[in-house]
């Protein structure tokens, strides 16, 4: 069994180049971030008829979050409880967020996680970011606790990157946001929760992804910030690991790459 994450950068935009690469990869269950659609503007006909089923939380042209599955879409949730909301603005009511969705796909609870950008240090999202990650923790230890062995995949694209090798150059982010203690000790807390990097072993020194400006891509100015978090039972059939750096590339490219992991029977 093939599994597989990407922020595709909207979905509408690059269907195509998404069905080309589940066609390509082999991939069974993939989970995608920032769709960028509400749910009645994602293209599930392409999808389909590849055969692939799509569950999908879209509210509108930001954020969105999918799973698409060949071997079956069960039991959907939309977010997670105490998942929490954001408003900029005081005393308006925080409006909900399509960041988080989850499924069972092949015996796989596969979760598609947009995780929220700090933006900048000090700033109000920053600290929506650490809130938002703390109840996912919550969560994801809740589930190894009613069931030390479910398969749980918590992927997708998390605005963090835990090492300093997962940038190609710590001087320039002394002063941001995805590389500060704080952030690091939230994606720390989700691997303490139980749930393992499976992906670092087989990818030493890659990226996934490289921003738009600066030539960043063919200077190899990348960063590692979407991630294949599994539990015990599921690491346990990890058999490989890679980044597609092949899909940054050419015309209308996501700034992201697919992560795949394989899976034994």
Not at 136 to 146: D, H, S, T
Not at 223 to 245: K, N, Q, W, Y
Request: proline share 6%; aromatic share 10%; with cysteine.
């Amino acid at each position: 069994m093939r599994l597989a994450t990407w922020n595709v950068n909207s979905v509408r935009t690059r269907v195509d180049r998404v069905t080309a690469f589940l066609e390509r990869s082999g991939v069974d269950v993939l989970a995608i971030q920032e769709t960028k659609c509400r749910d009645d503007q994602f293209p599930h006909m392409p999808f389909e008829a590849i055969g692939y089923e799509v569950a999908h939380v879209g509210l509108n042209q930001w954020n969105g979050v999918a799973v698409i599955s060949r071997v079956g879409i069960e039991d959907v949730q939309v977010g997670f409880e105490g998942m929490p909301s954001w408003s900029s603005k005081e005393g308006v009511d925080p409006a909900p967020e399509a960041r988080a969705i989850g499924a069972t796909c092949g015996g796989v609870r596969m979760w598609s996680l947009y995780v929220p950008n700090g933006r900048q240090l000090g700033d109000p999202h920053l600290a929506y970011k650490l809130e938002w990650l703390d109840a996912l923790r919550e969560n994801a230890a809740g589930w190894l606790a009613a069931d030390p062995q479910a398969q749980i995949a918590l992927t997708g694209d998390w605005n963090i990157a835990p090492e300093d090798g997962d940038v190609w150059d710590m001087a320039v982010f002394a002063h941001s946001t995805h590389v500060s203690p704080p952030e690091r000790a939230a994606f720390a807390a989700v691997v303490e929760a139980g749930y393992a990097d499976v992906v670092r072993p087989h990818t030493p020194g890659e990226y996934t992804y490289w921003d738009y400006t600066q030539l960043r891509f063919p200077r190899r100015e990348g960063m590692r910030i979407d991630f294949a978090l599994c539990s015990p039972a599921l690491a346990a059939r990890v058999t490989g690991a890679e980044i597609d750096r092949q899909e940054r590339k050419g015309k209308g490219a996501s700034d992201h790459a697919p992560v795949l992991v394989d899976l034994a029977d």
